[in-house]
């Protein structure tokens, strides 16, 4: 059987409005002595995956400029001038996608520590599925902040809600949306075109698909990981610092400490 092509996306385009340099690009901030940016694509790459498109926004020149540089020729890029939300930041790659026919992985650009194996399995579990969309989860110490998998009586996919329209007893709910998927390509375009920004934040939300998703039949999907720590993103300094001090506890070979 032929391997279904993969493409991934990386989501780059955010401000580090919580950092020390709140100018900089949150996704060039260093872990492991390189911007956090630099192991999304490495273990994109890792995965095989082409086209590699990061979505970059705030001072994304430098991103541009950085990418270019540490892996000549790998990267596309895709531009989002405003921060309309993560549906938004996707449609912009939208164009890169046309006449791609494959697997589309949306990661994010802050989350260094999602390692390739993750990625392999979430894969196998959204092709074993036969879902159009499956989300990568976990059960979080603290789920305050992220977006909740609110689950039907079956155990399946109900809906992905955020934080900020989620009532009290789906934030009761650990559960949470790693913000990392994958999707069929053509399912994908054909969902951004339905998004809405009728929500608290009136962005349009890729999380939104999911439900579109289910109310037209299709299959969804979730697979879950017991690795809080590889999916946790950074949007404080005190955060940056816990992920590179990760970073090298998990660099270190076997039996070292």
Not at 24 to 36: E, I, L, R, S
Not at 183 to 212: C, H, I, K, P
Request: charged share 20%.
């Amino acid at each position: 059987m032929k391997q279904q092509q993969l493409a991934a996306v990386i989501m780059a385009a955010g401000r580090g409005t919580r950092m020390n340099n709140p100018s900089m690009a949150k996704v060039m901030f260093p872990v492991g002595g390189v911007p956090m940016i630099y192991h999304v694509v490495a273990r994109s790459l890792e995965c095989h995956a082409a086209p590699v498109i990061a979505i970059i926004g705030h001072n994304r020149e430098s991103v541009r400029e950085y990418l270019s540089g540490a892996f000549p020729g790998a990267v596309e890029f895709a531009e989002q001038v405003e921060q309309l939300g993560t549906g938004h930041a996707v449609m912009q790659a939208a164009p890169l996608l046309e006449g791609f026919d494959g697997d589309v992985m949306i990661l994010s650009g802050d989350v260094p520590l999602l390692g390739a194996e993750t990625i392999l399995a979430l894969r196998a579990h959204h092709h074993a599925t036969g879902a159009v969309a499956t989300v990568l989860t976990v059960i979080a110490p603290d789920p305050s902040g992220y977006g909740r998998i609110i689950r039907n009586d079956d155990a399946s996919v109900a809906r992905i809600v955020e934080q900020k329209d989620a009532s009290e007893g789906e934030r009761a709910v650990d559960e949470i949306n790693s913000g990392i998927y994958v999707f069929r390509s053509l399912d994908l375009l054909e969902a951004l075109g339905q998004l809405r920004n009728d929500n608290a934040q009136r962005e349009y939300y890729l999380t939104d698909v999911f439900g579109w998703f289910r109310d037209q039949g299709r299959p969804i999907a979730a697979w879950t990981s017991a690795d809080f720590g590889e999916v946790q993103g950074i949007n404080t300094v005190d955060q940056l610092a816990h992920v590179d001090r990760e970073f090298v506890r998990r660099s270190q070979p076997a039996g070292e400490c």
